[in-house]
């Protein structure tokens, strides 16, 4: 059950119809969300109702501990058990050749936010079990996030339930109707019909044709993962529940630090606060020590997406990138993004420039990300490197879905809550109708099925 | 504390969506089906012999002798079991012609000619339908039509050589010059109709169909601009043997398609040796293949690669079904 299929909605709208004539009774209503969770895994594989709430109660008892315990070893000793749990799920079940549908990886992430926080003394347990389990496997976003921390999760669940607001329901469906247009429409067209064709035999295509399905590859990621994103937010605020923002604009970067504030904003974080600023050295004097820990942070990160040389060398090739970013001190690059047409005008030149090259570097580094192995990487940039050129194989369509996905990443955030409230003000019927509408156009123009969201493996 | 707005909008999307399924002008676009809450609590547990697919659902693996019904909630099988259930009325001209392409196994035409022998027994024989008229690889034949041939330049897209895309229906381009022929010989009596397949070319040749020392037809495939020919030929009755033969080159020619005057099933084998699904994908040309196919009028059309690919596991996963 994918957050594409109809049997999600039909789940999402069931709990919904559950959930809210409970929401004033908090237990009865926090005790939904949490059997809805456990359902949902269950619906993907039995064995998880074992490892979830063994899981969940394990860290729930450690962060209480953490919390009362004073003394640093055994703080440690807490933390470490919180560790070698969460970080134990993810390797049994992401390298160990243990066999089942879901990696938990998002699960173990989302729930050391729990402990890790309580460890450092920047937040307190969830005084409530219930809002405890319910948070750590929050069924919109386990399956891929976006990581929310579970003090925020907790807090929301704990807290008394406010009425959704109309507005707010409103746009909880203009989301969910956005992120099956991104997947369906945008991100399964571009790898139907080019990326998977090329990256599966690039000796059939030539070297332009190559560098449009890399292009189109980084388009179909970001809409395949900000689509699942739109949907999991829009799932959690259906619920009166706000989860953080995952994307903002990323190919509009304007450097490679600047693109990891803006693309997969929760793991980047995630990475950050708890991996990076937990390795040793990062206030020492020595410069290299920091910028080392960063290239050991993304080599991890590289290699959390799967146990393969292709991703170590992705996440070798972002942290060379930002290493020297940073020992360069060419790291502040808080300025908003540009708007698209500002870049014509005065310094927009300077900044269409960097944020060009970003993105061509962030494409090559996606050609190891994509590609199964370095073999067939390799196979990609000889193509690259035939200067061949033939666009025959580029369809007339194909080319408008990659021109209207590069326009819509880069549509301002102005006009995009310009089209939310508008959408969230509309009367009841017409909010029905259009998403009954968007849904029939896309089942009758997409796929016949919905490709697997690409970070659900991860 | 129920959120009237929201759940009335949600309550009218899936009205909308329930009504389009349900509504015979709009059920082509999709909708969602009555049954679609009752599975919601189904959960799975491995040794119950479900494994989960890489889509996120579930699946069971077929088991020898078991029977299991097609799902088919589009109903996109709808024409075909409509065309199939005129052809076993017997109504006139009710021909139900099936492709079937396929990779290795298919080139012999085993499994396949089995089926078209199962089918024609129970539907009716409407003709052996489409097969290449020469040998790419050794193992190519078909039961029923003997095939042999010589001089041609065979080009099958599983090699790609030729950079227009354009292997007819069935993945093959017999390139030839004068004297070049094909001979196929049948061992059931009953074709009265044989149409040759070609490519009409500027400064193309022409080609004859011969049945012992009659010239059933002469054809020229010269044309203005390069696209699809097809040459029917009214075949002698009794007559088991002819060849083609090329009078003048170049001709191209793609295969003979077979066929009888009777209500029934044509069943096409269509295998291409050391074939990927994505032979059809990405090495046929699509508006030649379409004129192809449109041609045939194939009610139903059978995709049936994967040997070739389960060597790849992630192409299997996550890229076959695209």
């Known amino acids: 059950m994918t957050p594409t299929s109809a049997a999600w909605f039909a789940f999402l709208a069931a709990v919904y119809l559950v959930y809210w004539p409970l929401a004033r009774f908090r237990t009865l209503a926090v005790g939904v969300i949490l059997l809805a969770n456990w359902l949902l895994y269950a619906r993907w594989d039995l064995r998880y109702l074992a490892l979830i709430p063994a899981a969940s109660l394990a860290d729930y008892a450690i962060a209480h501990a953490l919390d009362r315990a004073s003394g640093p070893f055994l703080r440690r000793l807490l933390v470490s058990a919180s560790l070698a749990i969460n970080l134990g799920l993810i390797v049994s079940l992401k390298y160990t050749g243990w066999v089942l549908p879901l990696s938990l990886s998002f699960y173990a992430f989302q729930s050391l936010t729990g402990t890790l926080d309580v460890y450092r003394r920047d937040a307190r347990p969830a005084s409530s079990l219930l809002a405890h389990l319910a948070a750590v496997s929050f069924f919109p976003t386990t399956l891929s996030g976006p990581i929310t921390r579970v003090s925020t999760l907790a807090g929301q669940l704990e807290a008394p339930a406010k009425p959704l607001a109309a507005d707010d329901g409103g746009r909880a469906l203009f989301l969910i109707g956005l992120g099956l247009l991104k997947k369906l429409a945008i991100a399964d067209y571009l790898a139907a019909n080019l990326v998977d064709r090329v990256f599966d035999f690039p000796n059939l295509y030539t070297a332009a044709e190559t560098a449009i399905a890399v292009v189109a590859y980084a388009f179909q990621l970001y809409y395949d993962f900000s689509g699942y994103t739109d949907i999991a937010i829009g799932s959690a605020l259906l619920l009166g529940l706000n989860l953080p923002r995952n994307f903002r604009q990323p190919y509009l970067a304007e450097s490679l630090p600047d693109f990891w504030r803006r693309w997969h904003i929760t793991f980047s974080n995630w990475l950050r606060d708890y991996l990076y600023f937990s390795l040793p050295g990062l206030r020492s004097r020595h410069r290299i020590i920091p910028a080392l820990n960063l290239l050991i942070t993304m080599i991890l990160g590289g290699l959390w997406h799967g146990a393969g040389w292709n991703f170590l060398i992705w996440g070798l090739l972002h942290g060379v990138a930002l290493t020297a970013a940073r020992l360069w001190g060419n790291t502040r690059t808080a300025e908003p993004a540009p708007r698209p047409c500002a870049l014509l005008r005065g310094r927009g030149g300077r900044r269409a420039a960097n944020t060009l090259l970003t993105f061509l570097y962030v494409c090559f580094a996606w050609i190891f990300f994509r590609a199964p192995d370095p073999e067939s990487a390799w196979a990609i940039l000889a193509r690259l490197a035939s200067f061949t050129f033939s666009l025959a194989n580029i369809s007339g369509t194909l080319a408008l879905v990659l021109v209207i996905a590069a326009a819509g990443h880069a549509v301002p955030s102005k006009w995009y809550d310009r089209g939310l409230n508008f959408y969230a003000a509309r009367p009841f019927y017409v909010q029905g109708a259009a998403l009954a509408a968007l849904v029939l156009s896309l089942q009758y123009v997409a796929s016949t099925a919905a490709a697997p969201f690409i970070y659900t493996r991860f | ?322």
């Not at chain 2, 009335?8 to 059920?27: D, E, G, K, Q």
């Not at chain 2, 096409?268 to 050391?274: E, I, K, M």
């Open chain 2, 1 to 322: 504390m129920m959120p009237l707005r929201p759940t009335l909008a949600i309550v009218t999307a899936a009205a909308c969506l329930y009504l389009a399924r349900h509504t015979p002008r709009f059920r082509h676009l999709g909708g969602i089906e009555s049954t679609l809450a009752a599975g919601l609590l189904d959960v799975t547990l491995p040794p119950s012999g479900r494994v989960a697919d890489a889509a996120g659902g579930w699946t069971t693996p077929a088991r020898p002798g078991a029977i299991h019904p097609l799902v088919d909630p589009s109903g996109s099988l709808d024409r075909f079991f409509e065309t199939l259930r005129r052809t076993e009325m017997r109504e006139p001209d009710a021909v139900t012609h099936i492709l079937h392409y396929g990779d290795s196994p298919t080139t012999a035409d085993l499994i396949t000619a089995d089926v078209r022998d199962l089918l024609q027994k129970q539907f009716g024989d409407a003709g052996h339908g489409f097969c290449l008229i020469g040998q790419p690889w050794a193992w190519y034949m078909h039961r029923g039509v003997g095939i042999s041939g010589s001089g041609w330049r065979i080009s099958p897209a599983t090699q790609s050589a030729l950079r227009d895309g354009m292997y007819g229906l069935g993945g093959a381009s017999f390139e030839g010059v004068d004297g070049d022929a094909s001979h196929l010989a049948l061992t059931r009596d009953g074709h009265t109709g044989l149409e040759v397949a070609f490519l009409r070319q500027p400064a193309g040749g022409s080609f004859s169909v011969i049945a012992g020392d009659a010239t059933l037809a002469a054809v020229d495939t010269a044309g203005d601009v390069a696209g699809p020919g097809f040459a029917p030929v009214g075949l002698p009755s009794g007559a088991r043997r002819f060849s083609i033969r090329v009078d003048r080159g170049p001709v191209r020619l793609f295969g003979v398609h077979l066929t009888r005057p009777a209500p029934g099933v044509i069943y096409s084998s269509l295998g291409l040796n050391g074939a990927y699904v994505s032979v059809l994908a990405r090495v046929f040309r699509e508006k030649h293949w379409r004129e192809q196919l449109r041609h045939y009028r194939p009610a139903l059309v059978i995709v049936n690669y994967g040997t070739n690919e389960s060597v790849y596991e992630n192409f299997v996963d996550f890229a076959y079904e695209k």
